[in-house]
């Protein structure tokens, strides 16, 4: 049974299929660099930019299906989801279907893949292309069969007729077939049809993950391969004074040592040469630094004294409702993305053409910085992705890349490889930004909240290249480029306000965005962007008002909130939970409820947690979490279960240990001894996710939904727990243990 | 020159003596299991084991490996035919982006080998040199319970036939 | 505090002890008190005993891994069995809730718990005796404020007669001395007070020193040097063998904050130590500091280099490992420059960077313990999430003879002295402590509080 849907939304044939694809709210530039103008055609999500059917879907004379899409597989199962989103539509076997991925000379142009917009960009576009190329087969069969195309019926990538006619894909397809511009309306599978999507279908990037396949960029091994090292300057704006290549010439298996301006490299045949080449050459290179960067110790008010540039992007009521008071300033510090693989990059340059394989999350951005660095047309770089270690967000991978294509120049025919070394990634990465949130709110006689301001500071979370003076390398070289300028993502997304603006219905609140354009550290995009310090501050001054009113979190939050969606997440996590029924096992029990829409767009979702804190440790113990989330149409029920789960863990790894340090002139923090992320003593005993179905929904991005709402209800359950609200992140031991001995003095 | 016993087979290996093993592996056998993550011994992401123990390849040079027995994840299985390590990690789909998994198996290989009935304490204590930033943390180690589990049945099997 | 030797004396005690040490032996019950009934909390003396029970390093031995703080529990392995820490938290049926005041004296000071039971002398009595009434009391206002924990620890596994407590009474009979402080009116106060907290609470001499055939500490050589869990605690004053004698200022840098660029970073049981002294006031810190670099300095090396490491010296490029330098052909030698090399002489700034190696006691020190405890464990990344340093154990990928080697080129090259005495000893108690060390901490690793 298909059902015909268009573009404006809803229709029922059975009453089955309600929504199929919705129009993103936001025309602002967005995260993932594609939005920013009205739609063009009018087509569901990427088909809009990319509007015919083969750029999309390509059937062979096999009958076998090939699916392009550009957005990139980052190990949150996005092949596998978008494969199966295919199948379903195409009535293809998974078997028969396989999978491109971003590529600049084969596949869409999707921007980047970021923002949790893949699914509904690259998900939404394949699912129609797919049952629009279904239907153009199954015309075909009509006609050739000569019946009616409404006798036809569609099984595993045959059609079907009267008296025993079939007619396979392969057999059908003809040149040209798809090459046809998508139309408004497809007759979309009814999920009551559904026979792949919805299902838990084992990812197909993990077999080769767990038995030593080639699966990453790291294990491409292109014959004639060199090994590429870079040597990064010790500090921000540093300059070469003085470096002694000769010697590193001499060295035994050192093919080049590469310098053009501050850039650094040397290439070697084997990679344990080329790693004792750069650290020879390190150890010879003198540098002029400067001391540019703020007080670590006071990074919160550093920020708040920065230029800024100021928005009301939120404004009702009449701020300044008396009340029970409660006010804070929250902060979280400069986080690394923290890649376990540092980034990597393969390119070969000849005959005035570059290929770069690369695990960045955006080709053609970044064939577009390639290719102004390298001052060549942009038509002479191709970048082609392949996987790397998870990124979540934008990570070393794009500098890597530009290494690699500096280091190939310098030895055309030769493909380079290049990885970066720990601390290199872990100092040069481009932080997700250190942030400030001052919230002032007040909850009335009535026990509603009656006033609510909310305040951020941060820099850009936007910085990822495009512009050339993005990647490290064009920075660094002779001819160098500028840093980028600062992006500021605007609302609704939002970048450093991304969630600032409460779902909650308050009568009177005001809520300022500070953007600051000048940037103590290197920063960009990172999981969630602002949303996790936003909504890890709503959140703790939400909690905080419900108990100096003498109310119940989960009951007071529902009481502020109509979106029958939100409602039901809220109370799906609380009733698994046993919230209502809880009861502390010991004095140092504390249980805590965080809840956010993403971005105020996508995806619902609530986190309970249930934590041990013994005051005189402030060791933070998770004994229980309990996730609901609503991601609209589930594609891949434990494909979203995993990446809940990884969000949650993540999430709790910033709250309770992490933070970028740096001296007056250097970052500090270069490896996993100076920056702790959390190992196995500290996870949860027990992580659910509860995923609430909504059959013939549109997709809403949910790769990042539960950062905030996790990072809030640690903060309340260790407010639970000890007493203390904790303001400033991370919420190490430490802090905890000194914050519980300051108010037992009070 | 040395010589080397890498999933069973002996391999002569031209790097020079100091090379650490992951690059041998990597570069000169073409093995790609093994995985640079931070050359420090930090992150547990090169873990392969040698004579039963796992180790960090990453930090341990060639020389001291003449004659000694070295197993790396390809050795415990491949896609087609995976060991019931890498079949409990499918199972459970214990990875995101994967890149810690392979170092996180040599580990609970190397000790499900020495005490197939490791408590889930000892577990996660044994993994704590290791790193996993996607955080599959419950999957990794949902996915080495369930193969300590098999690994169980299988010799309680043996033992019924014998 | 050496555990193994203090068993045998007891054994040996235990042995020839007859009915007559009983009259001695024998202490009366204080009686239980209700905790519940006990008055508000006085504030600003538990918050003095919090600061005292880290001088104390209480923590340390009552904390199990993985569990709550005070609620004991933690296993102490000895050739003889295993002997748990108790829970000092003021839970009633299971911890110190009923304990009276005078019965938590009594118990710091005497080794004799409520119901009259003799302590074993791994809870350090015989250096709590010097604690003053006041200090006493405020510590008992302090565990009598702290959350109570139900836990009870295990019971001892002991073998007779060392589970019969009675025979303690003849190891107190020959060797504690009921003592109280008593200031020497020729020093300054600084000087009392830290010989106050380094003699009484901070017991340093139940590492520090050596102890003799029955397990006691040796009073003719105070500080000359001891042992702890397997590991050295190195002789201080003017014993030490430091590379770069101590002076008062390193050791208050070192004992505030866990390390010191010219001396290295604390490791195995004082890394505890260290850790509870980050906490306490600074003021109590350098007293002891100032009274322990009266003991007098080492001789020192005239030939090491002390300049700091870090920004300003070698890489300046961010790099924090040196390239290796060429393998030479003795056996010790290619292996410190294959595997140590690298970041010993990457010149990244201590802690979290390896210390240069010219500077390390554990090298030019008294025994090769402590150097081949490292070589085989390695530092283990922190639990709790705190920025710590690591470095990987190698014992899994050396041999026996390579770790000889590399320790006796390392003792030869960086202390230029004559290769180490009974390294072989060294390094097989070094496996056999660190299996043991991993064994109880993978038992108890991962429980919730
Ligand atoms: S790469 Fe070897 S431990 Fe990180
Ligand atoms: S799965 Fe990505 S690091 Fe573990």
Redesign the interface.
């Known amino acids: 049974m298909t059902h015909a849907v268009s573009r404006r939304g809803v229709l029922a044939g059975a009453g089955a299929l309600i929504i199929a694809f919705r129009l993103s709210g936001a025309h602002a530039q967005t995260e993932t660099g594609t939005g920013g103008k009205p739609s063009k055609h009018g087509l569901p999500g990427s088909l809009d930019d990319t509007p015919r059917i083969d750029a999309w879907i390509r059937i062979d004379a096999s009958g076998a299906a090939t699916i392009l899409t550009g957005k990139a597989e980052?190990?949150?199962?996005l092949k596998t989801a978008l494969l199966q989103v295919a199948a379903e539509e195409l009535k293809l076997p998974l078997a028969r279907l396989s999978l491109i991925t971003a590529d600049t000379a084969r596949t869409p142009n999707e921007g980047y893949t970021a923002a949790s917009h893949s699914m509904q960009d690259s998900g939404t576009a394949i699912r129609h292309a797919a049952a629009q190329a279904r239907e153009i087969l199954r015309d075909e069969a009509a006609r050739r069969l000569g019946v009616p195309a409404t006798s036809l019926q569609i099984r595993n990538g045959e059609v079907f007729g009267p008296n025993r006619m079939r007619l396979g894909y392969g057999e059908l397809v003809r040149d040209q077939m798809l090459t046809v511009d998508a139309q408004q309306t497809s007759h979309l599978t009814s999920p009551a049809d559904f026979v792949v999507m919805n299902q838990?279908v084992?990812?197909i990037?993990?077999?080769?993950?767990?038995?030593?396949?080639?699966?990453?960029v790291?294990?491409l091994?292109p014959e004639g391969m060199l090994?590429g090292r870079v040597?990064?300057?010790?500090?921000y704006g540093?300059t070469l004074r003085d470096c002694d290549v000769a010697q590193v010439e001499q060295m035994g298996g050192i093919v080049k040592v590469v310098r053009d301006g501050n850039f650094l490299g040397v290439l070697a045949d084997?990679?344990?040469t080329a790693?004792?080449?750069?650290?020879?050459?390190?150890?010879t290179?003198?540098?002029i630094?400067q001391q540019a960067l703020p007080d670590s110790a006071d990074l919160p008010a550093a920020l708040m004294k920065l230029p800024s540039h100021d928005t009301t992007i939120h404004d009702t009521g009449n701020p300044g409702e008396p009340g029970i008071l409660v006010e804070g300033t929250f902060s979280r510090p400069y986080l690394t993305?923290?890649?376990?693989?540092?980034s990597c990059a393969i390119a070969q340059f000849g005959d005035g053409k570059l290929t770069v394989w690369t695990h960045t999350q955006g080709v053609f951005f970044l064939r577009d910085a390639i290719a102004g660095m390298l001052r060549m047309p942009a038509e002479n770089v191709r970048c082609i992705h392949a996987?790397?270690?998870?990124c979540?967000g934008h990570n070393g991978a794009d500098d890597a890349a530009a290494d690699a294509a500096m280091l190939a120049l310098a030895m055309p025919g030769r493909p380079v490889r290049v990885?970066l070394?720990?601390?290199?990634e872990h100092?040069w990465d481009p932080f997700g930004p250190g942030m400030v949130v001052k919230l002032r709110a007040t909850v009335g006689g009535d026990g509603a909240i009656a006033d609510w301001r909310h305040e951020v500071w941060s820099q850009s979370h936007m910085m990822r290249p495009g512009p050339p003076g993005a990647l490290i390398a064009a920075r660094l070289k002779a001819d160098a480029f500028p840093p980028a300028p600062p992006v500021a993502l605007a609302q609704p997304e939002g970048g450093g306000d991304r969630n600032a603006i409460p779902l909650y219905e308050i009568p009177n609140s005001k809520v300022v965005s500070h953007f600051l354009p000048d940037m103590p550290l290197r920063g960009s995009s990172m999981r969630s962007l602002g949303g996790y310090l936003n909504v890890l501050s709503i959140e703790s001054v939400l909690d905080e008002l419900a108990a100096r009113s003498g109310q119940d979190p989960v009951t007071f939050r529902l009481r502020h909130i109509e979106d029958p969606r939100a409602r039901e997440v809220i109370e799906t996590a609380a009733s698994r939970f046993g919230w209502a029924g809880r009861v502390k096992r010991?004095?140092?029990t504390g249980f805590g409820f965080g809840f956010a829409r993403y971005k105020n767009l996508e995806a619902w979702c609530a986190v309970a947690v249930e934590i041990?804190v013994?005051?005189?440790?402030g060791?933070v113990?998770v004994?229980r979490i309990v996730a609901a989330v609503d991601t609209g149409q589930v594609v891949n029920p434990?494909g979203i279960r995993?990446?809940i789960?990884?969000?949650?863990?993540?999430s709790?790894?910033w709250t309770?240990?992490e933070r970028v340090?740096f001296?007056r002139?250097?970052v500090t923090?270069?490896?996993?001894?100076?920056?702790?992320?959390?190992?196995?003593?500290?996870?949860?005993?027990?992580?659910e996710v509860r995923l609430i179905d909504r059959p013939g929904d549109a997709f809403y991005g949910v790769a990042e939904a539960a950062q905030g709402p996790a990072g809030a209800a640690i903060a309340n359950a260790i407010r639970d727990a000890t007493g203390v609200r904790m303001y400033e992140l991370p919420f190490?031991?430490?802090r905890i243990k000194r914050a519980v001995?300051v108010r037992?003095?009070g | 020159m040395t010589t080397l016993t890498i999933n069973g087979e002996s391999r002569s290996i031209k790097a020079s003596p100091d090379t650490p093993l992951l690059y041998v592996l990597r570069d000169e056998l073409a093995l790609n299991a093994a995985k640079y993550g931070c050359g420090l011994g930090q992150c547990g992401a090169c873990t392969v084991i040698v004579d039963g123990k796992a180790i960090f390849s990453c930090i341990t040079p060639v020389m001291l490996l003449e004659g000694r027995t070295i197993t790396t994840l390809e050795g415990l299985g491949s896609p087609d035919a995976p060991g019931p390590m890498q079949r409990a990690f499918l199972a459970e789909q214990a990875a995101q982006c994967g890149y810690c998994i392979p170092g996180m198996i040599m580990r609970a290989q190397a000790l499900l080998n020495r005490d197939p009935h490791a408590t889930d304490e000892s577990i996660k204590g044994e993994l704590q040199p290791h790193l996993c930033r996607c955080g599959t943390h419950m999957r990794i180690l949902r996915a080495i319970r369930r193969a300590a589990e098999e690994m169980k049945l299988k010799t309680a099997d043996a033992r019924t036939r014998r | 505090m050496k555990l193994r030797s203090v068993l045998l004396a007891l054994l040996v005690i235990g042995a020839i002890g007859g009915t007559a040490a009983l009259l001695y032996a024998w202490e009366a019950p204080i009686p239980s008190i209700d905790s519940r009934s006990a008055g508000a909390p006085d504030r600003a003396k538990a918050r003095r005993g919090a600061s005292l029970a880290l001088l104390g390093d209480c923590a340390t031995c009552h904390t199990a891994p993985g569990g709550l703080p005070y609620a004991g529990g933690l296993a102490m392995p000895t050739p003889f069995g295993t002997i748990y820490s108790t829970n000092i938290t003021p839970d009633p049926e299971t911890g110190i809730g009923r304990w009276s005041e005078a019965a938590f004296i009594r118990a710091l000071r005497s080794g004799v718990d409520r119901e009259g039971r003799h302590l074993y002398p791994a809870f350090p009595y015989d250096h709590f005796t010097r604690v003053s009434d006041d200090d006493a009391k405020a510590m008992y206002a302090f565990f009598m404020s702290i959350d109570p924990v139900r836990s009870s620890a295990p019971p001892n596994e002991l073998p007779f007669p060392l589970n019969v407590r009675l025979t303690l009474a003849g190891w107190k009979l020959m060797f504690l001395r009921q003592v109280r402080f008593v200031a020497d009116s020729s020093k300054d106060e600084k000087w009392n007070r830290g010989k106050y907290l380094v003699d009484g609470l901070g017991h340093c001499g139940a590492c520090h020193s050596p102890r003799n055939l029955l397990g006691a500490e040796k009073a003719s050589a105070s500080f000359e040097g001891g042992e702890a869990e397997g590991w050295r605690a190195y002789a201080l004053g003017r014993r030490s063998q430091s590379p770069v004698p101590w002076d008062e200022a390193a050791l208050t840098d070192y004992l505030a904050r866990g390390s010191h660029p010219q001396h290295g970073t604390a490791q195995g049981p004082m890394a505890n130590v260290v850790d509870n002294l980050s906490l306490v006031d600074s003021t109590d810190v350098s007293a002891m500091a100032h009274y322990l670099a009266s003991l007098g300095k080492g001789e020192g090396r005239k030939d090491v280099e002390t300049a700091p490491s870090g920004p300003g010296r070698l890489p300046q490029a961010a790099g924090i490992q040196a390239a290796t330098p060429s393998i030479p052909s003795d056996s010790g030698g290619a292996i410190y420059a294959a595997v140590c090399a690298s970041c010993h002489e990457g010149d990244r700034a201590l802690p979290l960077g390896g210390v240069r190696l010219g500077l390390s006691t554990a090298i030019g020190g008294e025994t090769p313990a402590n150097l081949v405890n490292l070589v085989v464990r390695g530092i283990p990344a922190s639990t709790g999430g705190s920025a710590h340093p690591i470095m990987p154990g190698f014992g899994d990928v050396l041999g026996d003879r390579q770790i000889s080697d590399l320790a006796n080129y390392l003792r030869t090259q960086f202390a230029g002295k004559s290769q180490w005495d009974g390294i072989g000893k060294a390094v097989a108690d070094a496996r056999v402590t660190g299996e043991l060390d991993s064994a109880t901490k993978s038992k108890r690793f991962g429980e919730g509080p």
């Open positions: 980052l190990g949150q199962g838990p084992p990812r990037d993990i077999p080769a993950k767990v038995t030593g396949g080639a699966a990453y790291q294990d091994r090994h040597v990064r300057p010790p500090s540093a084997r990679e344990w790693i004792q080449g750069m650290r020879t050459l390190a150890a290179t003198t540098w630094e993305h923290g890649s376990i693989g540092p996987e790397g270690s998870g979540y990885q070394m720990r601390e290199q100092a010991s004095e140092s041990e013994p005051r005189q440790s060791v113990r004994r434990d995993n990446q789960e990884g969000g949650i863990l993540q709790m790894s309770l240990f340090t001296d002139t250097r923090s270069v490896d996993w001894s100076a920056y702790p992320i959390m190992r196995f003593d500290s996870v949860p005993e027990s992580v190490t031991a430490a001995a037992s003095e």
